[in-house]
């Protein structure tokens, strides 16, 4: 679980101001709220890439707020997934796992096993710079869920896909949850999503999460 | 009731665009016509009478060497120099941006007798005791690295500027260190780049004459590179053979010209030059 306690976050002239709320373990939390509101702020601070004014950030009951990035342990797909373009499919989907060395045959079994799970088993030797919107979104999911992290931050990861394959990934993400258990916290500004995917909604507004609907 | 104007008929672009293509078809004439000029001058006689002197092989050789080694050395300053402007802020950001750009505005004498004025003072003295550089091999690359860095450091600063943080930023995620991040992935993404400032700065090394000349002298066998070699054959009046090495000096700059166009030096020069 994830546990967000008073963080306040200066960023020039925008502030976010005594952010407090929990995600329980295994949970599917989506946090609303208008462009410009601070949302990829707050996300890009819970895993570490943002410095924070104060407050405090507990995963599994652990302070991360001082950890840099890579000892957090956060799974984080952006906005743009942001693949890893010279490499092929398989090489971003072994990122994380050749970083924390695991063996070979470790690797090539949580490949096989990601990439059953997100259906992007043709995929894995083509160069990762070819592929579309909605493979290239798969392909961030399974780098980001790799390692097997605690928690999964997704930011806005529908925006830029058209309708048949919004609804193909929102199923995907349905399906990654039933099987991993991840606790997630997803941005987006749609309702829609939020419906089809949310045990808990957040609201950020005027520099604040104001709104909790259980 | 409502009156319709007449429909506007604009003036033709064709007298618009000739008068663009002619005054830039100038610039393509002139550089043609001196290509042209040299190829006419000497006949492939001379051209291999010149290229079998000793002292013209001596200088091919002193000048791919040099050129190359100012190329390293200038990739492993402005790989560091453009990655670290590119991503980071510091104080004194924009004051290392402008001093770096300084070689690229100096006149190139000025480069020549500034090193050495360098190499006079004590510091320079105390590094001469373990390497020599005036007057000497290490001097002339020296005097190309330091035209040529400035040229490498604006081409990597451009290329990490047109590459997005966000991947360095998922590799910190995903357990990498900042240094994890950019040898897997930052430097990967900036190949071309790399490629770019590293023929930009093998070409602008192998055109060096000023700073050589003043700071490592003009000796035949010893310090001599191309474009010296140009200058003594024409002071001697021998205009064959510094036609025929000018020439040389051509199809190299071509051969470069041809891969910094295929590694994608038509977007990273927009800045560079």
């Given at each position: 679980m994830?546990?967000?306690e008073?963080?306040?976050?200066k960023?020039?002239a925008?502030s976010l101001?005594d952010?407090?709320?929990s995600i ?6 989506v ?9 990829t702020?707050l996300?890009e ?12 950030i507990?995963?599994?009951g652990r ?9 957090r342990?956060i799974?984080?797909v952006?906005?743009?997934?942001a ?14 796992l050749?970083v ?6 470790r690797?090539?079994?949580r490949?096989?096993?990601?990439s059953?799970?997100?259906g ?14 909605g ?7 399974g ?9 999964l ?12 394959t ?10 990654v949850?039933e ?17 089809r995917?949310?045990d808990?909604v957040?609201?950020l ?10 | ?15 618009f665009?000739?008068g663009?293509?002619?005054?830039a078809?100038?610039?393509?004439v002139?550089?043609?016509g ?7 001058f ?8 010149a290229l079998?002197s ?11 060497m ?12 402005a790989i ?16 290392a ?16 007798l500034?090193?050495?004025i360098?190499?006079?003072m004590?510091?320079?003295k105390?590094?001469?005791r373990?390497?020599?550089?005036t007057y000497a ?8 690295f ?5 040229f490498?450091?604006?081409t ?14 998922v ?5 990498c260190?900042?240094a ?5 992935v930052?430097l990967p ?14 070409a602008?090394s ?5 700073p050589i000349l003043?700071?490592?002298?003009a ?7 191309l474009?010296t070699?140009v ?11 510094a036609v025929?090495?000018?020439?040389l000096?051509?199809v ?6 041809t891969?910094?166009r295929?590694?994608?030096?038509r ?7």
């Amino acid at each position: 679980m994830i546990r967000v306690e008073n963080l306040c976050i200066k960023q020039g002239a925008f502030s976010l101001q005594d952010i407090s709320f929990s995600i329980p373990p295994g949970s599917y939390a989506v946090l609303m709220g208008r462009t410009g509101s601070g949302k990829t702020t707050l996300i890009e601070s819970l895993c570490g890439l943002r410095a924070v004014h104060s407050g405090r950030i507990l995963l599994d009951g652990r302070d991360v707020t001082g950890e840099p990035p890579a000892g957090r342990n956060i799974g984080y797909v952006p906005q743009d997934a942001a693949i890893f373009s010279t490499m092929t499919v398989r090489q971003n989907l072994e990122f994380a796992l050749s970083v924390r060395r695991w063996t070979r045959e470790r690797i090539g079994a949580r490949v096989r096993e990601l990439s059953a799970l997100l259906g992007i088993g043709a995929l894995l030797d083509q160069p990762a710079r070819r592929l579309s919107g909605g493979e290239a979104q798969r392909v961030a999911l399974g780098r980001a869920l790799a390692f097997h992290p605690p928690l999964l931050l997704l930011d806005e990861p529908l925006s830029a896909l058209d309708d048949d394959t919004r609804a193909a990934t929102i199923t995907l993400l349905q399906s990654v949850r039933e099987h991993t258990g991840v606790t997630t916290l997803h941005i987006t500004h749609n309702h829609e999503d939020a419906e089809r995917l949310a045990d808990l909604v957040f609201i950020l507004s005027n520099g604040q999460v104001t709104k909790e609907i259980p | 009731m409502s009156t319709s104007s007449p429909p506007h008929r604009p003036r033709a672009d064709w007298p618009f665009l000739c008068g663009m293509g002619l005054l830039a078809g100038t610039y393509v004439v002139l550089i043609v016509g001196m290509i042209w000029a040299d190829l006419t001058f000497t006949t492939p006689h001379f051209l291999a009478k010149a290229l079998a002197s000793p002292d013209i092989q001596f200088s091919i050789r002193l000048s791919l060497m040099t050129c190359t080694a100012s190329t390293v050395l200038s990739l492993l300053v402005a790989i560091p120099a453009g990655y670290l402007m590119s991503r980071f802020s510091f104080p004194g950001k924009k004051l290392a941006d402008a001093i770096m750009d300084i070689p690229i505005v100096l006149p190139p004498l000025v480069i020549g007798l500034s090193l050495l004025i360098l190499f006079q003072m004590p510091v320079g003295k105390a590094i001469e005791r373990f390497i020599p550089f005036t007057y000497a091999v290490p001097g002339v690359i020296l005097a190309q690295f330091a035209v040529a860095c400035a040229f490498a450091v604006r081409t990597m600063l451009v290329t990490f500027d047109q590459i997005s943080p966000r991947g360095e930023q998922v590799a910190m995620t995903l357990g990498c260190n900042r240094a994890g991040a950019f040898w897997r992935v930052a430097l990967p993404e900036a190949r071309r780049g790399v490629l770019t400032a590293a023929t930009l700065a093998w070409a602008r090394s192998l055109g060096e004459f000023g700073p050589i000349l003043v700071f490592a002298g003009a000796t035949r066998m010893r310090t001599e590179v191309l474009p010296t070699t140009v200058f003594l054959e024409l002071s001697v009046g021998n205009i064959e053979a510094a036609v025929a090495v000018s020439l040389l000096m051509i199809v190299f700059a071509l051969a470069v010209l041809t891969m910094a166009r295929a590694f994608g030096l038509r977007t990273s020069r927009e800045r560079v030059l």
